[in-house]
């Protein structure tokens, strides 16, 4: 017998989350304030959801997790290590194939193990000539359309809130037929702002994870790699990006993008943290001081990307 629902949920423990360590702690609850006000004051909830048999739906999540993430033991069997975009997205698919029907009935067809937001945002990039020759849509229309086309089973709660998270799209109701109402979408206002966010993330993530020979201007070479626990000024990788675009992608936009999902999709993140002023690294002290001449009075709070290490090279 299935098990009563309750909530599933994602939380940043106030040690990992002050550190730095992208450590997760997943977890179930029939009453999710409860649970939540039990951690540390500092921790962060990341995610909650809201499904129809949370046993079931938090052991598919500690399973799915332990495939793509490294399984902190040492610490308790639901905490998780690795990049936050990964287990984000095996929280949507295993929560999507959990969640409750709008009418309350068990309509929690099992989802197959897809990326739904990489295939919602390929569905809607590839129908954007249909989908803008008439301003507004019924969600139901294009919500079948989708599901018809990539073989899923996507529920119309779950449908519109990935539309509004996605591409921050306007659904309301809109009348229809002989004066019916219906949830409908607004596609126009979106083509245009995500054609240049398109760019935008696709430079990024080139400068990111394209090597030295690929991150390079006229004058410098860029060595940009990913390493646990590095601290990057954010001016500072603003300004090699906007040189490199500079050099690059004159067309392009220089600006380094708003949307941080970019960073996140590579394991980065953008935070106010404690930086020592003699070795430019995370100020730590005690055992494992981050050098010997750090102290209280030698450290500056600064806006960084952590884990991106940059290196800057003068090309003759």
């Not at 500690?62 to 495939?67: Q, T």
């Not at 902190?72 to 290590?81: A, P, S, V």
């Not at 309509?107 to 989908?131: F, G, I, Q, S």
Request: aromatic share 8%; charged share 30%; glycine share 8%.
């Amino acid at each position: 017998m299935a098990s009563a629902g309750g909530y599933v949920y994602v939380v940043h423990e106030r040690e990992f989350k002050e550190s730095g360590r992208p450590v997760y702690k997943v977890g179930r609850s029939g009453d999710i304030f409860q649970r939540l006000k039990s951690y540390p004051n500092g921790s962060h909830p990341l995610l909650t959801a809201s499904v129809r048999d949370q046993v079931a739906a938090e052991t598919q999540l500690k399973e799915r997790c332990e495939l793509k993430m490294e399984r902190r033991l040492d610490i308790g069997h639901e905490y998780f290590e690795g990049p936050f975009q990964v287990l984000h997205g095996i929280f949507s698919e295993v929560t999507l194939a959990y969640a409750e029907d709008l009418e309350g009935k068990d309509a929690a067809r099992r989802a197959p193990a897809v990326d739904v937001d990489r295939l919602l945002t390929k569905y809607v990039n590839d129908e954007r000539t249909v989908l803008v020759q008439q301003r507004f849509w019924k969600v139901t229309d294009v919500l079948d359309d989708f599901n018809t086309k990539h073989g899923v089973s996507m529920s119309l709660k779950a449908f519109t809130t990935r539309l509004r998270s996605l591409f921050k799209l306007r659904v309301e109701p809109m009348p229809f037929g002989e004066g019916e109402l219906h949830p409908a979408v607004d596609f126009t206002t979106l083509f245009g702002a995500t054609q240049k966010q398109m760019g935008d993330e696709e430079n990024l993530t080139r400068f990111l994870t394209g090597g030295a020979d690929e991150t390079t201007s006229r004058s410098h070479r860029y060595h940009v790699r990913r390493v646990e626990g590095a601290v990057t000024v954010l001016s500072r990788a603003k300004e090699a990006y906007r040189d490199y675009m500079k050099s690059k992608h004159s067309r392009g936009s220089r600006d380094w993008p708003q949307d941080e999902t970019t960073l996140k999709r590579v394991g980065l993140e953008v935070k106010t943290v404690n930086v020592c002023k003699s070795c430019g690294k995370l100020a730590r002290g005690g055992y494992n001081a981050c050098c010997a001449s750090y102290g209280k009075d030698n450290r500056t709070k600064r806006v960084c990307v952590l884990h991106l290490d940059l290196t800057v090279e003068m090309i003759p």
